[in-house]
């Protein structure tokens, strides 16, 4: 099952309407409980993450912010983006890239089932939020240059003189 059969399954669980429809102007748009998604989107990978961004918008948008010449529409725009960011790529899955050996943003993107766009701009965002890295348990996530660093856990042995 692809990623994007899952969203529309939570989509489902949240009793929000999916459709996908020709001839729109937008990649995708949500209202009342309701998300459509542009039909001619040139993959089912961009289809995901428009889907995850309106997702986004059910849980963190109050009322119509389709005029973004407002701050505040601007503002919710970005936290639903940043939801969708952190539903598709959160830390775990980038250490689990790193532990697979995945060397770059392409493998990478591929290995998330996102666009290489919305790699960058998930990346631009943590940038934005955390700075230019992040601690996790025994890793740290660099935004940039993008890469993740494993610490060892060193183990405090007492010496031992030989001969006394």
């Given at each position: 099952?692809?990623?994007y059969d899952d969203l529309l399954?939570?989509?489902?669980?949240?009793?929000?309407?999916?459709?996908?429809?020709?001839?729109?102007?937008?990649?995708?748009?949500?209202?009342?409980?309701?998300?459509?998604?542009?039909?001619?989107?040139?993959?089912?990978?961009?289809?995901?993450?428009?889907?995850?961004?309106?997702?986004?918008?059910?849980?963190?948008?109050?009322?119509?912010?389709?005029?973004?010449?407002?701050?505040?529409?601007?503002?919710?725009?970005?936290?639903?983006?940043?939801?969708?960011?952190?539903?598709?790529?959160?830390?775990?899955?980038?250490?689990?890239?790193?532990?697979?050996?995945?060397?770059?943003?392409?493998?990478?993107?591929?290995?998330?089932?996102?666009?290489?766009?919305?790699?960058?701009?998930?990346?631009?965002?943590?940038?934005?939020?955390y700075g230019l890295y992040i601690?996790?348990?025994?890793?740290?996530?660099?935004?940039?240059?993008?890469?993740?660093?494993?610490?060892?856990?060193?183990?405090?042995?007492?010496?031992?003189?030989?001969?006394?």
């Amino acid at each position: 099952m692809h990623l994007y059969d899952d969203l529309l399954m939570e989509c489902d669980n949240l009793d929000v309407e999916v459709y996908e429809k020709d001839h729109m102007k937008n990649k995708g748009l949500y209202g009342d409980n309701v998300i459509w998604i542009n039909k001619l989107l040139p993959s089912i990978i961009e289809k995901c993450c428009v889907l995850a961004e309106e997702i986004g918008h059910h849980h963190t948008t109050a009322g119509d912010i389709f005029d973004q010449s407002s701050s505040e529409n601007r503002k919710q725009e970005l936290r639903a983006r940043g939801w969708a960011y952190e539903r598709l790529l959160p830390f775990s899955k980038i250490i689990q890239a790193h532990n697979l050996h995945i060397t770059n943003r392409y493998e990478l993107a591929d290995f998330l089932n996102v666009t290489e766009d919305f790699l960058e701009d998930a990346l631009d965002w943590y940038k934005g939020k955390y700075g230019l890295y992040i601690s996790i348990d025994n890793f740290t996530i660099c935004f940039e240059p993008l890469g993740v660093l494993e610490m060892f856990d060193w183990i405090e042995t007492p010496i031992v003189k030989c001969g006394s």
